[in-house]
């Protein structure tokens, strides 16, 4: 194995300091992705030409002697249903193939441009973002870089898999019921959901309106969190975009933060959480509670409920998205989602109405619950990555479909759009997979979920380990 | 909320033939094992008894 190639903030600071050029990176990068790709496929598009027109920019600037920006230099890649200008924005799908290409960024696309960051491609997902496995019947499976024979989760695995092989070092997805904390998890690095309504949404190719957010992937902390403070902003083309100024994190990531996380009141998530464990994933939550001294735990009686409320929003909001296709294109849609999708789209409204009501009670039982809680722990998912085209998930005393139960520990937190950093917790014992917990606190409070990670990295309990697929 | 499966079976016959979702046989076997997973949970949302005064969160903004 290799030592890690630089982090996004490493690379930016060598371009800015001259050490090397945006140019050379992106070739690097590019180069990285063709042999190293085919064996995980995480990309559906090289964008190569943007990538050396961008990295060019950039040493033009630097050239010129002018200030760089945050990210100047770094390559990243994004799901491809962020659209992006002159490439149709598939979203996993075979149907939208046919659309014709974008004409415009989407708003997180211009905001990475902004911050001098080089898109090198787009990235697998489960179609129209409707599972947790990455299994694309159209544009094939993308497989877990520390086991090909695994799954990367999903719906982003695209993005995850790429960030975890190291050929990016920075990605986008989106989480509507936990798609970018599944594939974090189960690939080994840092991941970001963001309250609901802090990042713009707008130029992405939607799911479930009610429940989608987008945020960012990493192999680092640090970088996750320099992603994640280019990336906020308020944006009125997004009508769930809160209207809020940037609220930096950077800083929350030092290790003089992550010291101080014993003032915090932090607590494990039981009961619903304890009980839809595999050993391996009780593990990590342990590691981690021992790490930053958490001995209390506390339960959410209704998670389930805010777990069903989720999967009917869910079912109803993407049917109704899709009818249109579902009616007459239906034999090109995804075998594994096309059924769901059909189902969804046939619920009646006074079901859809009541999960929603009942989201909004669910939410102020959470509410309560922070009102002495600082930050919540829980896995994020059940377990490891598992492997491809397993169709069962075995818990204690229980055995579930596998596909819909990756997000078992996800839905019932993102249906409160609480803001949750992923800390990957290498596995125990060689060649154990790693797997991520959930940093969990209330909305608006990102910065909490990355002063523990930043203790849990400083401990030594949280790190994206390199996969032996990167030579 | 109490539909037995053959009702919901008719339910999901009626409710696709008027959303103009013409199913043939195996695929109305795999969205009737999906609708009837929905049912049950909204079976179990329909447990919550809710004051009248709790609102889904709009955003819909004019």
Redesign the interface.
């Known amino acids: 194995m290799t030592a890690a190639p630089p982090s996004a903030l490493q690379t930016a600071a060598a371009i800015r300091g001259g050490a090397t050029t945006a140019r050379a990176v992106t070739e690097a990068a590019l180069a990285a992705i063709a042999r190293v790709d085919p064996g995980i496929n995480s990309f559906t598009v090289v964008t190569r030409e943007r990538a050396l027109d961008e990295a060019a920019a950039v040493d033009a600037r630097r050239a010129a002697g002018d200030p760089l920006p945050p990210l100047a230099g770094v390559p990243y890649a994004v799901k491809n249903l962020f659209d992006v200008t002159g490439l149709p924005t598939l979203a996993g799908s075979k149907v939208n193939a046919g659309l014709p290409p974008s004409t415009r960024d989407a708003t997180l696309v211009e905001r990475m441009r902004n911050a001098g960051a080089v898109l090198v491609g787009t990235l697998n997902m489960d179609e129209y973002a409707y599972g947790f496995t990455t299994e694309n019947s159209h544009y094939g499976v993308t497989r877990n870089p520390h086991d090909p024979s695994r799954v990367s989760g999903g719906s982003s695995g695209g993005s995850g898999a790429a960030v975890a092989a190291r050929l990016v070092p920075l990605s986008l997805g989106s989480d509507t019921n936990g798609s970018i904390r599944v594939p974090a998890s189960l690939c080994g690095v840092w991941g970001l959901k963001p309250t609901f309504g802090r990042l713009s949404r707008r130029g992405t190719f939607p799911f479930v309106?009610?429940l989608d957010h987008l945020g960012p992937f990493a192999t680092t902390l640090s970088d996750l969190a320099a992603c994640y403070d280019v990336l906020q902003g308020a944006d009125l083309d997004d009508?769930?975009c809160a209207q809020r100024s940037v609220e930096p994190v950077t800083g929350a990531t030092d290790a003089a933060a992550g010291a101080g996380v014993e003032a915090l009141r932090i607590a494990r998530l039981g009961g619903y959480f304890d009980a839809h464990l595999t050993p391996p994933a009780a593990a990590a939550v342990k590691r981690v509670c021992a790490a930053l001294g958490v001995r209390r735990s506390v339960e959410l009686p209704?998670a389930?409920?805010g777990r069903?409320?989720a999967?009917?929003i869910t079912?109803t909001e993407g049917g109704a998205l899709h009818?249109p296709s579902?009616?007459t294109r239906?034999g090109e849609m995804e075998p594994l989602s096309r059924?769901?999708f059909?189902?969804?789209?046939?619920?009646p409204a006074a079901?859809y109405?009541?999960?929603?009501?009942?989201?909004?009670?669910y939410?102020d039982q959470m509410r309560r619950l922070f009102a002495d809680i600082d930050v919540l722990i829980a896995a994020a998912t059940p377990c490891p990555a598992t492997p491809v085209g397993a169709e069962w998930l075995d818990l204690p005393g229980q055995r579930l479909p596998l596909r819909p139960s990756l997000g078992l520990l996800a839905q019932p937190i993102s249906c409160l759009g609480l803001p949750v950093v992923v800390a990957p917790i290498p596995g125990e014992g060689g060649g154990a997979l790693p797997m991520g917990v959930q940093i969990i606190a209330a909305p608006w409070r990102e910065d909490l979920c990355f002063r523990v990670a930043a203790a849990l990295a400083a401990r030594g309990a949280a790190a994206a380990p390199l996969p032996a697929i990167h030579a | 909320m109490i539909a037995s499966d053959d009702e919901l079976a008719a339910?999901?016959d009626a409710?696709?033939a008027e959303?103009?979702?013409a199913?043939g046989p195996d695929?109305r076997q795999?969205?009737?094992?999906?609708?009837i997973?929905?049912a049950a949970?909204?079976r179990?949302?329909?447990e919550?008894k809710?004051p009248p005064h709790?609102?889904?969160?709009p955003?819909?903004?004019p």
């Open positions: 309106a009610s009508p769930a209704s389930a409920t069903a409320a999967f009917v079912a009818l579902l009616r239906r059924d769901r059909v189902a969804g789209a046939l619920v079901w109405l009541q999960a929603q009501r009942v989201r909004a009670w939410r | 339910y999901v409710a696709s959303a103009g979702l199913l695929e795999r969205v009737l094992g999906h609708f997973r929905l949970f909204a179990a949302l329909d919550v809710l709790i609102e889904i969160a955003v819909f903004r």
